[in-house]
């Protein structure tokens, strides 16, 4: 029985869907405390609800083969690149979308079946195409000719491709993330992409089995994915159609990301008006995949009030790099203390050298104080992704929680470790020596 009681609705959008207030009015993932979490792995850490991860998995393997049959859900796995979630996509069905060789061996060493292998990159090295092409990745988006030379060179065998081209939508989100309009750095304009295509017709090791796009992330309406079918659906009949991913988030109580539930029918209601019905469509959910179900949790190193009132935590840019990259606008509560409401308006600071490592702008917390445990949630893509050693921060664990019991899916880093890949050469004579 779960011992958890649930959170406010404020909260209860934003935070796992597991989460929850314990028997001492603590927050809890997957029925296990925060605190404990704390006590046990240290901070900062990521937490992750894994019951919640996979029940989204579900919810879009499910749904979209529920609207078309012929479909494959592919983790967008640059949100989060570590084995356990690598895994988990395997399990519960999905393929798996990859960006270099890094990503490519980590899917690998999870178990995936390099057939449900997507790989993508806009400057593809020669040794990434190789691997791909010895391993049997089942498609390789070309974004480039210099991807066809190196295919033509290496091939052995006849590989599967799908051609990325520009869109030239314009989806409001930032800059820094948006993918799809006319001077995007992915993919082929749309005339350059057709020409490409009838230069492959007869191609003795290249296969082109459809198209691909990519409009950006972090974005809060439908409307630009059903437009993105409709771009893909102009272009011919092919075997398949990968409209890549970007559905949006809520990361406080004042955004309205679509549901799940919307996203597909927009897409897939598109789609039936512009591709043929027998084709398959490919999604990639990265974002709205894993954020919800991640939590990054910190220990506040002091409270500071000067022209303003300051909270500093023991973590920063160096785990979530993302938040001065992109502006996202987390919402923080205080873990050991998650139902009383917030009586102080702060802000709330990493311990990086930065003015710009502001973890949330005007917090809203509850009498925070040294040594308080604080959560941010809707932190799970693409923090562990940017994880830094900025200042000399070492990497945080990733922790995966689910029906009381959690495990270490990714350790904390050591100084040790830290200290390795350094060019000893230059060290003075006699180096101190730390015991």
Known sequence: MPRSRPLPPSLERVFPRTSGIGPDGELTIGECSIPELVQRFGTPLYAFDERGLRETMREYREGLSARWPNSRVCFASKSLPCLAAYALAQEEGLSVDVAGEGELRLALAAGVDPERLVLHGNAKSRQEI????????????????????????????????????????????????????????????????????????????????????????????????????????????????????????????????????????????????AIPAAAELIIEPGRSLVARSGVTVYRVRNVKQSNDLFVAVDGGMSDQLNIALTDDRFTAVMAERVELRPDTTAQLVGRQCESGDLLVDRARLHAPRAGDIVALGATGAYGFTFVNNYNGALHPPVIFCADGESREAVRRQTYEEFIAPHDRTGLPAHPHTFH
């Open 130 to 273: 190789d691997l791909a092409l010895r391993v049997g990745v089942g498609l390789i988006v070309v974004d480039n000719l210099h991807d066809i030379a190196l295919l033509s060179e290496l091939a052995t065998g006849t590989q599967d491709v799908l051609i990325r081209v520009i869109p030239e939508i314009d989806a409001q989100t930032n800059p820094a993330i948006a993918t799809g309009g006319r001077t995007s750095k992915f993919g082929l304009p749309i005339d350059q992409a057709m020409a490409l295509i009838d230069q492959l017709q007869d191609h003795p090791a290249i296969r082109v089995r459809g198209v691909h796009l990519h409009i950006g992330s972090q974005i809060l309406e439908t409307e630009p994915f059903a437009a993105a079918v409709r771009v893909l659906g102009e272009l011919g009949e092919f075997e398949t159609y990968n409209i890549g991913g970007g559905l949006g988030v809520n990361y406080s109580e004042d955004d309205a990301a679509p549901t799940i539930d919307a996203y597909l029918d927009a897409v897939t209601e598109a789609a039936r008006q």
